[in-house]
């Protein structure tokens, strides 16, 4: 069966520290990978999505995501965080056939 | 576009009330979705729908029931709710499935409780 796991439950830094999040998925076919944030009592909204091409994709807000096939793996990355990016943080990943699979989610929290 | 919207944002039931959530989306979209976010287990899919008429079971669809009669709309059923039925529940919409990269849109929630 297909699975995303995020490998941090809760991630603590301090503004302006680099941001890492770790998602590897388990789906041997073509794959669309995603991200989404959820800010405090807000809805799911994407971040950035992979479908072909270039395996480094930007997002908004400052956010990329690196797909690297051989390591089933799609991390999230932020040069420099700042407080408005606490929130929590869902990998998802979407097959060829079926729905959406979400992972379990990153909390993350920015120190002022 | 009002996106994807969801009523009411929050309700508290008792164990064997039925009720039924509401969801709609303004943007012509085919695929509709319902999940269940609980607390360190990300969103579960419900029920999910790829066009009027058509609705599928996700992966934690006992003790739901849902009907897709329009586009637009795509409700959510609780017949007999239970504790375990306590959580914050989505609707989202996407113009295609995720395998066509379609990134989906979500309303803003439903909190239920049950009691």
């Known amino acids: 069966a297909q699975s995303v796991s995020q490998h941090n439950h809760h991630v603590i830094l301090s503004e302006a520290a680099s941001l890492e999040l770790g998602c590897n998925y388990s789906y041997g076919g073509t794959v669309n990978l995603f991200w989404y944030v959820q800010y405090p009592g807000q809805h799911l909204q994407l971040l950035l999505k992979y479908f072909s091409g270039d395996p480094l994709v930007k997002g908004i807000k400052g956010f990329e995501a690196e797909f690297i096939k051989s390591k089933f793996s799609f991390n999230l990355r932020k040069p420099s965080v700042q407080w408005s990016d606490t929130a929590e943080y869902f990998c998802a990943v979407g097959g060829s056939q079926g729905n959406l699979i979400f992972g379990k989610g990153t909390k993350l929290s920015v120190k002022p | 576009n009002a996106g994807v919207t969801q009523t009411p944002k929050f309700r508290i039931l008792k164990i064997g009330q039925s009720m039924t959530l509401q969801c709609t989306q303004d943007?012509?979209?085919?695929?509709m979705y319902w999940y269940r976010q609980d607390p360190g287990m990300g969103l579960k899919l419900i029920y999910y729908s790829v066009g009027a008429g058509i609705t599928d079971k996700g992966e934690v669809p006992n003790g739901y029931n849902v009907s897709r009669s329009t586009t637009e709309d795509f409700p959510l059923r609780l017949e007999l709710a239970a504790p375990s039925q306590t959580s914050v529940y989505f609707c989202?919409?996407?113009?295609?499935?995720?395998?066509?990269?379609?990134?989906?849109?979500f309303g803003d929630g439903t909190r239920l409780s049950i009691l």
């Open positions: 943007m012509n979209h085919n695929y």
């Open positions: 989202a919409s996407s113009y295609g499935a995720p395998g066509s990269n379609q990134p989906q849109h």
